[in-house]
């Protein structure tokens, strides 16, 4: 017997396997609902403009491990004020922990490990549904998870009752996606985060923060971060942030994780501690992404071009809700499809069943998860009618 033989083929990942399907179906017509990130109206990835002028800046420099802590310090610097607000007193205090992270999915994972050494007997809520990827994360870090109420499938939004009369134990971790909520496009409204904000301090629960996608919900950076009026009721919370989607930087893997806390010495032990994780993890972050990032964030005219940009990605996915929308209507749907613009970011939960989707895929070549979820991202001008067609023709 040899070493490995024992070792069978790990579980397909819901979300890459759909753009395998896609990738082997040779149809001119083919649509790829699947992937998570922004495309332009061609169907093609963006190199933002903010980016290209970044990479200009800083070519040439030499990323020397001397310079990498300052890179990194500066990044994180740059990170918290544009989650928390730059005026904000906890930046300005210094009441932070922040350490760069591999993405998103690294400052998730990070904070996992980081809650299972300090609460060891913690469990973990999340939303129901969430991101797939969250239930592998804690469950490596081997943090127990459970669920509260979110979605409603009947109206295709927030089930807020359910949300509130929720039981987890008092000081329990509960994950909220505050924008541009994955897979459903649901969010709270800024008076609905105030009453949760209001609940978990009375029950004295922990709020982390998993911020993919800040400013493509609204298209303005600061709207999409209404849920961090959760520091106006003391919460100490944690925030995962990427740069992935909204500077259209996922190959470069940039991230932060920022863990609030009572005054600047916790802070200190705190950073320590996720240095500490992190060093035997992966050792640390790569540079290029953190310093494109804070030339970005730190430049006036650069930030200003960035804004813009979110503001042109978030535009065109509202516009092709719209007429994704009215397409279907046009067609005389008996399905009422109003959640497909009430629904916001990058997904629509469509309400496509598993078999409408796989009918989808087979008959008409267009693919996405099975739970229904279409990443509105590949939707353009010169799809949206054959897909309203499409999708019309397997709910009829
Ligand atoms: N959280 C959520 C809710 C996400 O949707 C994603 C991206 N799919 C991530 C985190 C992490 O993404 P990344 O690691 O690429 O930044």
């Given amino acids: 017997v040899g070493w490995w033989d024992h070792v069978g083929v ?7 396997g759909v ?13 790829n609902l ?3 990130a922004y495309r332009d109206d061609e169907g093609k990835p963006v190199v933002l403009q903010c980016v290209r002028e970044a990479e200009a800046k800083i070519a040439g420099s030499e990323f020397l491990e001397s310079i990498s802590s300052a890179v990194s310090s500066k990044f994180v610097e740059e990170s918290v004020k544009l989650v928390y607000g730059k005026d904000s007193d906890v930046v300005n205090e210094g009441r932070f922990s922040g350490i760069q992270a591999l993405s998103g999915t690294g400052a998730c994972r990070l904070f996992a490990e980081f809650q299972r050494r300090f609460y060891p007997k913690s469990r973990i809520y999340f939303p ?50 505050p924008c541009a909520h994955n897979p459903t496009g649901v969010d709270p409204t800024e008076e609905q985060w105030r009453e949760i904000s209001c609940q978990f301090k009375a029950k ?12 493509l919900a609204s298209g303005d950076l600061d709207s999409d971060a209404q849920a961090i009026i959760f520091l106006e009721d003391g919460h100490l919370i944690g925030c995962a942030q990427s740069f992935a989607k909204n500077m259209g930087l ?14 600047a010495k916790q802070a200190v032990a705190i ?7 992190a060093r035997a993890m992966y050792g640390g972050p790569p540079i290029h992404g953190a310093l494109l990032v804070s030339t970005i964030l730190s430049d006036l005219d650069k930030k200003a071009l960035w804004v813009k940009e ?34 916001v970011g990058l997904f629509c939960f469509s309400g496509l069943t598993a078999d409408q989707v796989d009918r989808l895929a087979t008959e008409f070549h267009i693919y996405m998860t099975r739970d229904g979820r279409m990443s509105m991202a590949g939707v353009t001008t010169g799809n949206v009618s054959y897909l309203a067609n499409s999708i019309h023709e397997v709910t009829v």
Wanted: charged share 15%.
């Fill in 250 to 263: 996922y190959g470069h893997r940039v991230g932060c994780l920022s863990v609030l806390c009572n005054d």
């Fill in 271 to 277: 950073k320590s501690q996720l240095q500490h994780i």
């Fill in 34 to 36: 699947g992937v998570g």
């Fill in 310 to 343: 979110v503001k042109t990605m978030a535009s065109r996915i509202q516009k092709m809700r719209g007429s994704l929308r009215a397409c279907l209507e046009e067609l005389g749907s008996f399905v009422n499809w109003e959640h497909i613009t009430n629904q």
């Fill in 10 to 16: 790990a579980p397909k990942d819901p979300i890459n």
């Fill in 128 to 177: 129901h549904p969430t991101w797939s990827n969250h239930h592998n994360i804690w469950r490596d870090a081997q943090i127990p998870e459970s669920t509260f109420h979110y979605y409603h499938p009947n109206s295709k939004g927030l089930n807020f009752a359910a949300l509130m009369s929720d039981n987890a134990p008092d000081g329990s971790f509960f994950l909220l996606h």
């Fill in 19 to 31: 753009t395998e399907a896609f990738l082997v179906d040779c149809s001119p017509n083919k649509i």
């Fill in 204 to 215: 004295n629960h922990f709020p982390f923060f998993d911020m993919a996608y800040q400013g």
